[in-house]
């Protein structure tokens, strides 16, 4: 069955889809940024994916673009699982909020924007969730400080 929703979203959208892999039964779709909120409305309202199960980012330190923002999709009718992924590149670090797709985006991608630095244009509430909100840095890029930052600023914190 995602085979055949992959078929419908490469002739809905030849240009943003970039790339798909199948692996152990598990279908990924990388799709241009611009088109996520696009591609995502497409297949909440025609392929039946109507719970986002996840949304998280990954760190490809050293390869640009460096980051991926990944969007775990779930149809509860046919109970069948779908990857998206789109790039996120270091110089321009945001891509559209999905959260008026599934509202179950919200604090996803505050937790992504709080760890990686990723904005997420147009969220309703786009603040750290996971780290005090006077916070330098982003925790989970993996060119942040092993130690953390600078000890002396966070000194009543961290004991």
Known sequence: ????????????????????????????????????VAVCTFLRDSAGYNFLCDLCGVDYLGSEPRFMVVYNLYN?????????????????????????????ANWPERECWDMFGIAFNGHPDLRRILMPADWEGYPLRKDYPLQGPDRELYQGRLS
Do not use: P
Not at 8 to 24: C, D, G, I
Not at 84 to 97: H, L, Q
């Open 76 to 104: 509860i009718e046919t109970k069948e699982r779908l990857r998206i992924k789109a790039a996120v590149g270091e110089d321009d670090c945001c891509i559209d909020t999905v959260s008026g797709v599934w509202s179950t």
């Open 1 to 36: 069955m995602s085979q055949a929703v992959v078929a419908k979203l490469k002739q809905e959208f030849s240009a943003a889809v970039v790339n798909t892999v199948e692996h152990r039964g598990e279908m990924t779709v990388t799709v241009n940024k611009n088109d996520i």
